[in-house]
């Protein structure tokens, strides 16, 4: 099976990141999604009391898998977190307009701002390159036990 119209390059989102014409929080949805092991429905059914950052987490209350789950997120990311969430202690972590930010709003502008790609694209692509990344580690270390594939 054909993935490449999955994958998306470090400098498509990095500008679609940096591009200030899309709506902060439809951006913070973003970086997320590139840099953490979560999906599209968790992230935007996050409360404003998911986000513990000053761990650098955010609590996904009802994970697909099930049960609780605590995503790690970066410096930045909680750094746009904090912005994003300013002074208020509950509701929706991420809104537009006064509303619960919506898959489609998050899905649409990631195409307009790729030129096409799909917004699973960001979590395609890290899950790929982790396990490429294994895949190498794996490698190396049998070279440097003398094993050979």
Known sequence: ??????????????????DQTVPSAVRVVWQLLWESDVRLEEVLALDVPDAELDDRLVVIRDAKEGGLFEAGVSLAAAALLRELIGPRTEGPLFTLDGRRLTKARVAAAFRVATGGRTVHALRFTRQAKERSAVRLGSVAADRHEGRTA
Do not use: K, P, R, Y
């Not at 099976?1 to 940096?18: G, P, R, S």
């Open 1 to 18: 099976m054909d993935t490449t119209n999955l994958l998306v390059t470090d400098l498509e989102v990095d500008t679609a990141l940096a």
